[in-house]
C-alpha cells in the first residue's frame, strides 16, 4: 500500500507550548489529507479536512485557532497544537487519500502528552 | 444515532474459529465502506474495501454488504491469535471517512 509518514512518533511539552506534527505522503501526491484524534479505547475522530493551497475545513466543535493546519505542497501536511493543555493529550493520526481510488492510508500517528 | 455502529466488544473466539464483526451506518448514499485493523499504540491499517453488494473476498477475509440493510460485515475465517486488534468499520460519507467505535476482537490460542 502507499505509504504516509508523520512524525514525531510521540512528543511530551509543557503546558502552554505549542507542538507541530508533520504528515507526509512518500509515493504519491495527496490533494487531500485528513487529522484525526483518537483517546483512549476510543474512535478515531476527524478533526479535519486538509486541502493543498486551501484553508483547512474543521469539523464541529474543533478549534481552528487552537490546532493549526498548513498543507503547503501535495506531500506535505503539518498540524500545530498551539498552547497545549493537558486535555490535548491524545493520539494524533494523520491520513491521505490517494488519488487513483478512495483509499485512506494512515501515518503512524503522533502520541501527544502534555504535562 | 451515530453515523457508523459497531458493536465493541469484545469479542472473544478460538484460534480456528470464524470470527464475524458487525456494521450498521446511517448516510443510505454512502457508496463506499472499509475495514481497518488497529493495534494497540498503532495506527489503523486497511483490510477491505468494498463498493457494491454482496461479499467480496480477500484470503482469510471476506466483507460484506448490504445497502437495503445499511449493514457491512468482516468475516475472518481460521482466526489466529495474531489477528486481536480492534477492527474499525469506515463509511465515506459526503468524502469524509467516518469511523465507527471499533470491535475489539480476542482470539484464544
Known amino acids: 500500500g502507499a505509504v504516509v509518514s508523520q512524525h514525531p512518533s510521540w512528543v511530551i511539552c509543557k503546558s502552554g507550548t505549542s507542538v507541530k506534527i508533520e504528515c507526509r505522503s512518500l509515493d504519491f501526491q495527496a490533494t487531500t489529507m485528513f487529522w484525526y484524534r483518537q483517546f483512549p479505547k476510543q474512535s478515531l475522530m476527524l478533526m479535519a479536512t486538509?486541502?493543498?493551497?486551501?484553508?483547512?475545513?474543521?469539523e464541529q466543535g474543533v478549534e481552528k485557532d487552537k490546532f493549526l493546519i498548513n498543507h503547503a505542497s501535495l506531500t506535505l501536511s503539518t498540524l500545530t497544537v498551539t498552547s497545549a493543555h493537558p486535555e490535548d493529550s491524545s493520539f494524533y493520526i494523520c491520513?491521505?487519500?490517494?488519488?487513483?481510488?478512495?483509499?485512506?492510508?494512515f501515518g503512524s500517528g503522533t502520541q501527544l502528552s502534555v504535562l | 444515532q451515530k453515523e457508523v455502529e459497531q458493536n465493541s466488544g469484545p469479542l472473544s473466539v478460538p484460534e480456528g474459529a470464524i470470527a464475524s464483526l458487525n456494521c450498521t451506518y446511517s448516510d443510505r448514499g454512502s457508496q463506499s465502506f472499509f475495514w481497518y485493523r488497529q493495534y494497540s499504540g498503532k495506527s489503523p491499517e486497511l483490510i477491505m474495501s468494498i463498493y457494491s453488494n454482496g461479499d467480496q473476498e480477500d484470503g482469510r477475509f471476506t466483507a460484506q454488504l448490504n445497502k437495503a440493510s445499511q449493514y457491512v460485515s468482516l468475516l475472518i475465517r481460521d482466526s489466529q491469535p495474531s489477528d486481536s486488534a480492534t477492527y474499525l468499520c469506515?463509511?465515506?460519507?459526503?468524502?469524509?471517512?467516518?469511523f465507527g467505535q471499533g470491535t475489539e476482537l480476542s482470539v484464544k490460542p
Open positions: 469506515a463509511v465515506n460519507l459526503g468524502g469524509k471517512l467516518i
Open positions: 491520513s491521505a487519500a490517494h488519488p487513483q481510488d478512495e483509499k485512506l492510508f
Open positions: 486538509s486541502n493543498e493551497g486551501s484553508k483547512a475545513t474543521y
